[in-house]
């Protein structure tokens, strides 16, 4: 097997000090380019031996000015950049962005298409959490177990393929619901895919969960305690590892989450074995939440709103109608304005609570479009975990806390 | 210390030149290094079901000094570009790049204020790959495309190519620094 | 049909929407129990309350916002104990003065509440910072700093977040600031890089 990462890590030794008194503390630098900050974190390491008493995460390296991006783009227009911000998972991104704007216009998506947005909002759930197990469990030794979750992963992405033709950037979502027919094939494969998941999940857990390596790599490292969570905003599995009870899904439930039947783990430790137990769990209610989508979901009725002033018109109408045909042109020329007022959505992303903050002016385009992105926030807490901790410890708490850097810097 | 700096263009370093790019084109060691959400895509190609590494005896390295190939996966900003010219530059010669994705090759859908409009700005390319994000497929062909170039390389030429590369920007500072005045 | 978009679309229909959850509290302002209870304690510097959509804002004035918001965390009533965001707005295009909006998302934990909380100052105006209160606006605030320009009284680390450290075009979220920014990127050593050919699309 030739995937080989351990070798010729790049972590430089870029100043050493000694200080008055007879310790000697040395300053590390972890990244930009560190196999194991998953992607471009870089991160001042203030080392006395090999305990950390100073870390300082530098970031901005994948800054790419969406927030000002959405302040010059129609509302329609602002979609594919936030599929950009957290790449892992982006329906979600969609889910919450859409959400906002439908709040700020007062319209909201028909029931059929509400479910299948559940469905896809779990699914990027389920790809995100396989992504973070794949790549956490490499840094900490255990190789083999990306090959097992990009396996599965990629039947995710398959179903995303199936239904709008792009596996990363999907860019699913529109404004009162969606534009495309949901393939006839679609909820068979997701079935499939339920039928087929949990018994993968039973293999990753064999592997993993009763491994001493794992154990004692995950055990009693990277401690968090529940006050300090709150305090420090943290959210997702971050807040519930130390077993505060804040699932946006089940504290103010958006879409269809309340007619769910499913439970929000939590963990009573707070390291980082708790959290991987949490989002182990949470992947197991992500399949239970998309199997009763699929149970209740009418089968058949309109995915999009139609009479709305607020959404494009379909398809047919546009080639039958003069008035459709305007409406059209109007909504493609010049957008759509909503009233003026602000408002703050907040869903559960895969990493924790997501806010879009929409301010519009009463014209087509934003006038401030903020993300409130999760793994952002949680990134305060690799300071407060990386106190006192040894660096080999490092990239288990990074791992631990989910990152995706461009939804950190935006 | 290699050929090009003992012998001129000749049958004998042709003919070496031919097998080592036979070597150098079947195994192409790349720099494990994502900027953005075409990393995702192309860590998806190493992975189980695209598997590039093994077809194409591509491994990955997560140091510049052990790697032939950069794949520039993703958008270069400001702040990263001076990373991404230094790793570039502790790869030992022979060295090729792979654009990936519309960021790395122009600046794809963020034009903003903070985005270098193009990797090439930054380094030299020799393939471009088009996409947002490019599907693995589409990074196959690049790097087949890749090979093909690798089977021409000539190290002589290349060696005169880099001395004139050089010389051209000793020259174009120097325009530069005529017209601006001297640098502030 | 423009006309008809100014003035707002479709009529609400009642009943439950999958975006409103009524998890902001009452929607009248005079029954709100943070509304109240904060023009009770701080007559002088509660501007307004506003309800847009469910969601209830409190203006207040800048120089209280510290104690407003310790008020609102350790009010035994109200415990409004998570920070979810705090960001700014660049006003400058909607009204003259004062140029910037300080909002600050929180969210009560035990009631299951969101409140928004704005002040509005100028620019160049020190704004209390929040990480005495809640240590996670430490990087909020940097962030907003960094975007904005705006500086924040009592914050521990106010320096450069996303940005380089030695940047010097300003802060690029200001409504002033170009999405283009000013100058292009320039390799060291090609001081006079050809034009770009995307500049063609460049818009006004
Ligand atoms: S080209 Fe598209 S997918 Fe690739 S880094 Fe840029 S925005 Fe992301």
């Known amino acids: 097997m030739s995937l080989e990462i351990s070798q010729g890590t790049p972590v430089e030794i870029s100043e050493e000090r000694a200080l008055t008194d007879s310790r000697r503390q040395m300053v590390l630098n972890m990244g ?22 100073g870390c300082d995460p530098v970031l901005g390296y994948l800054h790419r000015g969406v927030e000002k991006l959405g302040e010059t783009h129609r509302y329609s227009q602002f979609v594919p950049w936030t599929d950009r911000t957290d790449y892992v998972a982006a329906p979600s991104n969609n889910l919450g962005y859409i959400l906002a704007v439908e709040r700020l216009c007062g319209i909201e998506a028909p029931e059929r298409a509400t479910y299948w947005r559940m469905i896809m909002g779990e699914l990027a759930r389920l790809a995100s959490h396989l992504v973070w197990l794949g790549t956490h469990a490499l840094d900490i030794g255990a190789l083999s177990m990306s090959l097992y979750c990009f396996r599965e992963r990629e039947l995710i992405l398959d179903i995303f393929e199936t ?7 999907t860019n699913m979502m529109e404004m009162g619901g969606f534009s495309r027919p949901i393939p006839d094939n679609l909820p068979g494969m997701v ?74 783990p939590l963990g009573t430790r707070g390291d980082v074995y708790d959290r991987y137990l949490v989002r182990m769990e949470e992947m197991r209610q992500s399949i239970s939440i998309i199997e009763q989508c699929l149970d209740q979901m009418p089968t058949d009725g309109p995915l999009s709103l139609t009479e709305s002033p607020y959404v494009i018109p379909p398809h047919d109408s546009v080639m039958k109608t003069a008035e459709d045909m305007q409406r059209h042109f109007i909504w493609v020329i010049k957008g759509f304005s909503p009233p003026k007022g602000e408002v703050y959505q907040a869903i559960e992303h895969s990493k924790g609570e997501l806010g879009y903050y929409v301010v519009s002016d009463g014209t087509p385009i934003p006038y401030r479009v903020r993300l409130r992105t999760p793994d952002f926030v949680n990134l305060q807490s690799l300071p407060y975990m990386a106190q006192g901790a040894a660096l080999a410890d490092v990239v288990a708490l990074i791992g631990t806390i989910d990152i995706v850097l461009g939804s950190v810097d935006r | 210390m290699g050929i090009e700096d003992r012998f001129e263009k000749s049958i004998l370093t042709t003919s070496v030149d031919s097998v080592f790019n036979w070597a150098r084109r079947s195994s192409l060691w790349w720099l494990q290094f994502g900027l953005a959400c075409c990393a995702i895509e192309m860590i998806s190609a190493a992975m189980p079901r695209f598997d590039i590494s093994e077809r194409f005896g591509m491994l990955y390295r997560a140091s510049p000094r052990q790697a032939d190939l950069m794949i520039v996966s993703g958008t270069v900003t400001k702040k990263m570009a001076p990373v991404v010219r230094q790793l570039y530059d502790q790869m030992a010669e022979p060295k090729w790049v792979i654009s990936m994705g519309s960021c790395a090759n122009i600046g794809g859908p963020f034009d903003t204020y903070a985005v270098v409009q193009g990797v090439d700005q930054v380094i030299p390319v020799d393939v471009y790959v088009p996409g947002c994000p490019p599907l693995p497929e589409a990074l196959y062909y690049g790097v087949l495309e890749l090979q093909n170039k690798v089977i021409r390389y000539d190290t002589i030429a290349r060696k005169q190519s880099v001395d004139e590369a050089e ?16 640098r502030r | 049909m423009a006309e008809e978009q100014q003035t707002g679309g479709p009529a609400d229909s ?43 804002t409190i203006r207040v004035d800048r120089p209280a916002l510290r104690e407003i918001v310790l008020f609102l965390r350790d009010e035994s009533s109200l415990r409004y104990n ?32 969101r409140l928004r909380v704005k002040a509005a100052f100028n620019d160049g105006d020190p704004v209390p910072s929040m990480t005495l209160l809640y240590e996670g606006a430490n990087w909020l605030e940097r962030e907003a700093y960094d975007m904005f320009g705006i500086v924040f009284e009592g914050h521990p680390d106010l320096r450069r977040m996303l940005l380089p450290d030695d940047w010097d075009e300003g802060h690029p979220l200001r409504k002033d600031y170009p999405l283009r920014g000013y100058r292009e990127y320039v390799q060291p050593g090609f001081e006079n890089p050809a034009p770009r050919v995307r500049s063609r699309f460049r818009r006004p």
């Open chain 3, 82 to 113: 998570f920070l979810s965001d705090l960001t700014a707005v660049d006003m400058l295009r909607l009204r003259d003065n004062p140029r910037f909006d300080v909002v600050v998302q929180l969210y009560s934990i035990p009631r299951r509440q």
């Open chain 1, 32 to 53: 930009p380019q560190h196999p194991s900050t998953h992607g471009v974190l870089r991160v001042i390491l203030t080392m006395e031996g090999e305990t950390i008493v």
């Open chain 2, 167 to 182: 010389a051209f920007r000793e020259q174009s500072r120097a325009e530069a620094q005529a017209e601006l005045g001297p």
């Open chain 1, 163 to 169: 239904f709008c033709g792009a596996r990363l950037t």
């Open chain 3, 14 to 56: 009642p009943g439950r929407r999958i975006w409103a959850t009524g998890h902001w509290g009452p929607t009248e302002p005079e029954e709100h129990p943070a509304v109240i209870a904060v023009r009770e304690r701080f007559p002088d510097s509660f501007v307004d309350a506003v309800n847009f959509r469910d969601e209830m």
């Open chain 1, 191 to 264: 079935r499939d895919f339920c039928n087929i998941f949990p018994e993968k999940q039973v293999e990753y857990e064999s592997l993993l969960s009763a491994n001493p390596i794992w154990l004692s790599r995950t055990r009693g490292v990277g401690v968090i305690e529940p006050d300090a969570a709150i305090s420090m905003s943290l959210t997702g599995a971050c807040l519930r590892g130390s077993g505060i009870n804040y699932d946006v899904r089940k504290a103010t439930p958006y879409l269809y989450y309340d007619r769910m039947d499913f439970e929000v």
